[in-house]
C-alpha cells in the first residue's frame, strides 16, 4: 500500500546525544518536506527536496541536517541535541506537478531532557 | 511577505453547520486547501480549491473562495464528533513551498 512512514513514533533521548529521524514514502513522490510543529499547533518547514541530491533550508532556521540519496528516503539528523529540540516533526512528500497536495506521515515526537 | 490568518478556535453542537475562515495575501497562489489534522495524527489533505473557481462543493464539506478579499472558508454541514479536529488553511503561490495558517481547533460537542 502506498504510504509514507516516519519512525520512531516517540523518542525521549538525553541533551547532547546524535539523533536520526527516518521518513520513507512508498508513493515514488519527487518532493519531501520536514515540518516542526510546535505545542501551539504552528507548522514550520524546516527541510525540503526536490529530488534526489537535492536539498534546501526552510524557512524556520533549524541546527538540523537531511541528505536524500534515494528517491523514497528522507532523514533528518540532529548532532547534539538539545531541550530546545523537544517538538513534534512531520514529514510529507509531494508528486512533482502535482500542485502542493501534500501527504503526511503521522509524525515523531521528540522530548530531549 | 506571504501571511495567512486563520482565528485559532471554534465550538459547535452537533448537527450544526461550522465554518472555518482564512485569509491570504498572496494573490499569485494557484490553489489553496484546506488540511485536517486529528489528535496524535500528522495532516490529511481535506480538498483544494483552484484560483479560478468560487465554491467547490464535496460531500459535507463546502469550499468558498473570494479572490478579491483573499478570504477563504471551509464550511462543514452537519458536523460530527468525529469532524473535532485541527484545520489548516495553506495558500500555494506556485513558485514556492506552501505556506499555512497556524490552524483552527474545531471542537465537536454532543
Known amino acids: 500500500e502506498a504510504d509514507i512512514y516516519q519512525t520512531p513514533r516517540y523518542l525521549v533521548i538525553g541533551t547532547g546525544k546524535k539523533i536520526t529521524l527516518e521518513c520513507s514514502q512508498t508513493?515514488?513522490?519527487?518532493?519531501m518536506y520536514w515540518y516542526q510543529q510546535d505545542p501551539g499547533m504552528e507548522l514550520h518547514l524546516i527541510h525540503y527536496?526536490?529530488?534526489?541530491?537535492?536539498?534546501e533550508k526552510g524557512d524556520l532556521s533549524s541546527e538540523s541536517t537531511v541528505s536524500r540519496i534515494r528517491t523514497e528516503h528522507f532523514p533528518l539528523t540532529l548532532e547534539s541535541a538539545r531541550p530546545s529540540h523537544t517538538s513534534q516533526y512531520l514529514c510529507?512528500?509531494?508528486?512533482?506537478?502535482?500542485?502542493?497536495?501534500?501527504?503526511f506521515g503521522s509524525g515523531t515526537q521528540l522530548s530531549v531532557l | 511577505g506571504e501571511d495567512v490568518e486563520q482565528s485559532l478556535f471554534l465550538s459547535v453542537r452537533e448537527g450544526d453547520s461550522s465554518v472555518i475562515n482564512c485569509t491570504y495575501t498572496?494573490?499569485?497562489?494557484?490553489?489553496l486547501y484546506w488540511y485536517k489534522q486529528e489528535p496524535g495524527a500528522g495532516l490529511q489533505l481535506l480538498t483544494y480549491?483552484?484560483?479560478?473557481?468560487d465554491m467547490k462543493q464535496d460531500q459535507r464539506l463546502t469550499v468558498l473562495l473570494n479572490k478579491k478579499d483573499k478570504h477563504l472558508s471551509l464550511r462543514i454541514a452537519d458536523t460530527q464528533t468525529g469532524d473535532s479536529a485541527i484545520y489548516f488553511c495553506?495558500?500555494?503561490?506556485?513558485?514556492?513551498?506552501?505556506?499555512f495558517g497556524k490552524g483552527t481547533m474545531l471542537l465537536v460537542s454532543p
Open positions: 510529507a512528500s509531494s508528486e512533482r506537478g502535482g500542485g502542493e497536495k501534500l501527504f
Open positions: 508513493m515514488g513522490h519527487d518532493k
Open positions: 527536496s526536490y529530488g534526489v541530491n537535492s536539498t
Open positions: 498572496d494573490s499569485s497562489s494557484t490553489y
Open positions: 480549491i483552484f484560483s479560478n473557481m
Open positions: 495553506a495558500e500555494s503561490p506556485g513558485y514556492s513551498t506552501l505556506t
